[in-house]
C-alpha cells in the first residue's frame, strides 16, 4: 500500500499539531513545530491499536473540540498510544487514574526525538491534579473542555480551548477540572526532558 493510504493521518496531525506550536513565540515551541512537520515528512510507523485507558472522556471532550481537529485526532487514534498519567511511578492512583498521556514525539514517543516531548493530555472532570514541578520548560495548548490553571503565586485561571498555557522550568503549577467537564490539551517539555526533576509539590 502506498504511504497515502497508510499513514496519512497520522502526517495530517502531527502537521495539525505543528500548525498549534509555530504560533508559540519561544523558541521551545518553533522547535516543536519544526520537529513535528519533519516527523510528517519522513518515515512513519503502522497504527498500532492500542486501546485508550479513558476512551470514553477523549470521546466526550471530542465532541467540544474544533471539528477539523476533532476529525484529525479520531483519524490517528490507531497510532496514538495514550498511557495512564504515572510519570514513572511520580503519580499515584488517585489521580492517575483519572488522567492520561500520550508522547507522540520523544524519547518515548511513538515517533522518537532525543530532546523533547510533544504529545496529548487528557484530564478527567472534577479532578484536582495537584502543584507540580520539573526542569523541562512546558507549554501546553487547550484543544478543548477548559479547566482552572495555577502557576507560582498567580491566580487560578479559568482557560478554554485555544489558550497557551507556558510553565518554565521548575515552576510550581496545577490544574483542575470542572466536575463532568474534561480537558484536552497538547503538551511540549523542552530543556531538560527528564522524568527525573519531576515531583508533586502539592
Known sequence: MRRSETTAPLAHLLTALAALYV??????GLAAAAALREAA???????????????????QVLTGADASLAAAIRAALPWIVWELSRHDGRICDE???HMMTAEILGPDGILHHD??????F?????????TRAHAAEETFIML???????AG??????????????????????????????????????????FDSYLLTG
Do not use: K
Open 23 to 28: 504560533a508559540e513565540p519561544r523558541d521551545g
Open 41 to 59: 515528512d519522513g518515515p512513519l510507523p503502522a497504527p498500532c491499536n492500542v486501546p485508550a485507558p479513558l476512551a470514553a472522556g477523549l470521546a
Open 95 to 97: 489521580y492517575a487514574l
Open 115 to 120: 530532546n523533547l516531548r510533544v504529545g496529548l
Open 122 to 130: 487528557l484530564q478527567s472532570g472534577g479532578l484536582a491534579y495537584p
Open 144 to 150: 478543548a473542555g477548559q479547566g482552572l490553571w495555577q
Open 153 to 194: 503565586d498567580g491566580p487560578a485561571l479559568l482557560h478554554g480551548a485555544g489558550v497557551l498555557i507556558h510553565h518554565p522550568g521548575m515552576v510550581p503549577h496545577s490544574s483542575t477540572t470542572l466536575p463532568g467537564q474534561p480537558l484536552l490539551a497538547a503538551w511540549r517539555w523542552s530543556g531538560d526532558i527528564g
